[in-house]
Structures are given as C-alpha cells and as structure tokens.
C-alpha cells in the first residue's frame, strides 16, 4: 500500500471530490482526517465507508478560515494518529455569478478568504510537524476557471489564481525540509454540488475534451495519490492539470 503509516488531513472533505480523496487515501493505507464545516451526514457517510473498508479515519467539524479551530484539529488527529504527513486544501469560497461592475472589494476579500486563509491555517498547523520528520506534502486543489476564465466569476478567479502564487512560494520555503508544495488543477468536475448547467452545456463541455467526458471526483482523487505518494518526490511547485486535455482547445 502507498501510503501506509501516513497520515493525512483532508479539508472540504464531505464534498465529492473531499469524499473521493479521503477514500482513495484510505484505502492505500493512510490513516485520514475528515475535515468538513456542515454537512456532518456526508462527513459521517465518508467515515463510514472508510471503516467499513477496514481503514481508519476520524471527522473533525472544523471552520478552517479560523486559526485556532484549525490548530485544534491538527492537535486531535496528530493524538490520534501519531503525525500528520499528507495535507489537502480542499475548501474554496462560494461561487456567485456577478458581473465586474457590480462587485464590491469586499467580495474579492471574501474570496479570498475562502480559498487562501484556509489554506494558509492549514499549512501554517502542519509544517512544524513535518520539518521535524523532514518529509510532507501540501496539496492544493485549484479550479481550471483561472486557465479559461468565464465572465462573470472575476472575484473568485483572482482567488483562485492567488493560490497558484501561494503554492509555488511555499514550495520554495519548504523544499529544504523534505516538504513538497503542489496543485491540482481540476476540470469541470462532475458532482452533486456542481455549478448549476443543463445537460447540454455538461455535454458541450464534455465534447471540448479530447476524452470527452466531464471530470470525475476519482480523477482528481488519483491526481492527489500522485503528489501524496513517494512517485512524487523530486516534484514540487507543480501545477497537475486534471481536465481531460480541455485546456488545449
């Protein structure tokens, strides 16, 4: 197994692609941290699938855009489990539709917030434990909006290409520890909770990609195994593109 006697950390784990994730690292041996903020059923449900596999994890409630919360949920699953090696920034602020003109700057800060404060919370928790160990992965799931930007999403496109800056200079910061850094730039994914589009756009867009069909949650899930495993050592500061080749059209 890839990754048995890690331990990872999972944010916006009750979401599809969370779920995958988490499921996917369980069952190639990580021990894992379902982090969710309200949707404790699905959270539970994650849990459950990963127990009943024979896996082991455990579901933290957790805000990750506050610091102290975020600390005390690194602290519970390093007394759990032992450590935390493997860390999944999996949380982004809400999507709304608004054209430029009518976005206020508070809505950029919200953004923001959303995508890079958590993401900053979470990797400020972990390093210290990883440096000591002197191997880590910090993997961040960014969204393909900042390569084929869609009008009307100015405000969480400028947030989510900010993760792009963050990743990369973390990567330069961490790299002598034996941390690596890296994103996953996902396609339109195909879940539940997608942006809201009929068929036929899920259909135009599917035939936009040289496989032609949407992004899957396990897509993203094997890209994630990638970075978390020791496949990827000498790689860091990289962005993997998981969208079916559609950013070549």
């Given at each position: ?37 309200k ?14 596999s ?6 933290r409630?957790t ?13 519970e ?20 539709r ?5 976005t ?24 210290g ?16 909006i ?30 002598a ?10 396609g ?16 135009a867009?599917?035939q ?16 994630v ?20 080749g559609?950013?070549?059209?």
């Amino acid at each position: 197994m890839k990754l048995e006697g890690k331990v990872a950390i999972v944010t916006g784990a009750s979401s599809d692609k969370g779920s995958a994730i988490c499921e996917l690292l369980a069952s190639e041996g990580a021990s894992v941290t379902i982090n969710y903020l309200k949707k404790k059923d699905e959270a539970e449900l994650v849990l459950k699938k990963i127990e009943d596999s024979g896996g082991m994890a455990m579901i933290r409630q957790t805000d990750v855009t506050l610091k102290e919360g975020v600390d005390d949920m690194v602290k519970e699953t390093i007394k759990k489990f032992g450590s935390v090696d493997i860390l999944v920034n999996n949380v982004h602020s809400t999507i709304r539709r608004k054209s430029f003109e009518e976005t206020k700057w508070n809505e950029y800060e919200e953004n923001l917030k959303g995508t890079i404060k958590g993401a900053y919370n979470c990797s400020q928790a972990v390093i210290g434990k990883m440096k000591t160990r002197k191997w880590g992965r910090i993997i961040n799931i960014l969204d393909n909006i900042v390569n084929e930007p869609v009008k009307g999403y100015s405000s969480y496109t400028t947030a989510q290409s900010a993760l792009i800056g963050f990743t990369r200079s973390l990567a330069v910061d961490l790299g002598a520890y034996g941390i690596t850094v890296n994103l996953i730039n996902a396609g339109f994914t195909l879940s539940k909770r997608m942006p809201h589009a009929p068929p036929h756009v899920q259909e135009a867009i599917a035939q936009q990609t040289p496989l032609q069909r949407l992004t899957l949650p396990i897509d993203i899930a094997k890209a994630v195994l990638f970075y978390a495993s020791d496949w990827s050592d000498f790689v860091t500061g990289n962005c993997l593109i998981v969208d079916g080749g559609k950013v070549m059209r």
